[in-house]
């Protein structure tokens, strides 16, 4: 199937910096990028959806100031943890489609640790 | 409110048994279903999908099946095999302005005893 790779597979990071996770699909053009947060014990929640060119759209309760979101191509996205809290570790998965009517591939998923 | 809802938070099967998972969904907009495996600290892998005009699919030793009047889908696996061992997401979408966004349930724990 379609591969899409997510750097860094860990990361932690100090309190107050920023840390920037890609989400690369390899072998595809992914026209929409889909970026997910899971708690622990919890489903994976929806964060925001980007459309290559275009600013993401970004779920109710999410800050879009400091969850930065690009999709400068059609097989890079980029989150931005920006400021990053403790409260802001968790686990966090990218996705990708190619088109509407095809299965998203997922990334392998960023365990980000705030200290 | 949760639209999509797996209300068995875990499962546990003897090897080479069926085993069923559950799924239940609120949104009648709902068009396309899908199942994902998940491994700890892994990204979900696509396991099987089924669209709304269509009761059952089945690929190898998975079947999905759904039933839209109950707004109830279920995901077979038979045999079971130890490497089943995951956790199962049920997820659902409505394509809407060309981007599907996924409405994933909590999951069911899957354990396969040998």
């Known amino acids: 199937g379609a591969v899409v790779s997510q750097h860094p597979s860990r990361v932690i990071c100090k309190s107050g910096t920023s840390v920037k996770i890609e989400c690369r699909s390899l072998?595809?053009?992914?026209?929409?990028m889909f970026w997910y947060r899971q708690f622990p014990k919890q489903s994976l929640m929806l964060m925001a959806t980007?459309?290559?060119?275009?600013?993401?759209?970004?779920e109710q309760g999410v800050e879009k100031d400091k969850f930065l979101i690009n999709h400068a191509s059609l097989t890079l996205s980029t989150l931005t943890v920006t400021s990053a809290h403790p409260e802001d570790s968790s686990f966090y998965i990218c996705?990708?489609?190619?088109?509407?009517?095809?299965?998203?591939?997922f990334g392998q998923g960023t365990r980000l640790t705030v200290v | 409110d949760q639209q999509v809802k797996q209300n068995s938070p875990s499962l546990s099967v003897q090897e080479g048994r069926i085993s069923i998972l559950n799924c239940d969904y609120t949104?009648?907009?709902?068009?396309?279903f899908l199942w994902y495996k998940k491994y700890p600290a892994e990204g979900p892998t696509f396991l099987i999908s089924?669209?709304?005009?269509?009761d059952k699919n089945e690929d190898g030793r998975f079947t999905v099946f759904l039933n839209k009047s109950a707004k109830h889908l279920s995901l077979h696996i038979v045999p079971s095999q130890p490497g089943d061992s995951a956790v199962y997401f049920c997820?659902?979408?409505?394509?809407?302005?060309?981007?599907?966004?996924?409405?994933f349930g909590k999951g069911t724990k899957l354990t396969v005893n040998p």
């Open positions: 089924i669209s709304s005009i269509k």
């Open positions: 980007s459309n290559e060119g275009s600013k993401a759209t970004y």
């Open positions: 949104n009648s907009m709902f068009d396309y």
């Open positions: 996705s990708a489609i190619s088109d509407p009517n095809t299965e998203a591939f």
């Open positions: 997820a659902a979408s409505s394509a809407q302005g060309g981007s599907e966004k996924l409405v």
């Open positions: 072998d595809f053009q992914a026209t929409t």
